[in-house]
């Protein structure tokens, strides 16, 4: 054999031998160790490194923007606070007007009330008043003999008698046949 070829059978050899234990360290890292062991080209790596980058830069981008929306809300968080508060203040004050109102309502109707039976009251008044003067012109007319002026004068005392105990006199308004009956004895008294 020549130098030359025993130098290539030898190289061949040790490369094997090479080959032979990168082989096997490979297998044994990948079973203990979980490793793979490829081979990449740079052309890959540099698209790694560009995605990486640009993965980045996406990242400061949405934490930017999610710092910006983190701010908004909690800026809309504070409006929303202040509105509940005034919200809460306003309903305060309308429970309080309403309380007012209601105050008032029956302030109004107790008056409205009082007003309403002191012109009952007047009313009532007059129609004695007139009934009085019906007696009066019934008697200078020489009519105080009749069963009509005697049943007249009787409804006239005993509204005297009911004014004198504190009752107040409503013209009859509660009792409509003595309203009736003060009528026809009116009528009968105007007849001559």
Not at 127 to 145: K, P, Y
């Amino acid at each position: 054999m020549s130098g030359v070829v025993g130098y290539l059978l030898g190289y061949d050899n040790g490369r094997s031998s090479a080959d032979s234990s990168r082989r096997r360290r490979e297998i044994v890292d990948h079973i203990f160790y979980g490793q793979n062991i490829v081979q990449v080209d740079k052309s890959h790596l540099d698209q790694l490194a560009a995605l990486v980058e640009q993965l980045r830069s996406d990242s400061d981008h949405n934490l930017g923007k999610a710092e910006q929306f983190h701010g908004e809300a909690l800026r809309w968080k504070e409006k929303a606070l202040r509105f509940e508060a005034d919200a809460k203040a306003l309903r305060a004050q309308l429970g309080e007007r309403d309380t007012a109102l209601g105050q008032a309502d029956a302030a109004l109707a107790r008056e409205r009330a009082a007003h309403q039976t002191t012109h009952e009251e007047k009313w009532g008044l007059d129609l004695f008043r007139l009934i009085a003067t019906w007696l009066i012109e019934a008697h200078i007319a020489g009519r105080s003999d009749r069963p009509e002026f005697a049943e007249m004068r009787d409804m006239a005392k005993d509204v005297t008698d009911a004014i004198q105990r504190g009752e107040p006199f409503q013209g009859y308004r509660d009792e409509p046949q003595k309203k009736a009956r003060l009528q026809a004895l009116l009528e009968e008294l105007l007849r001559p």
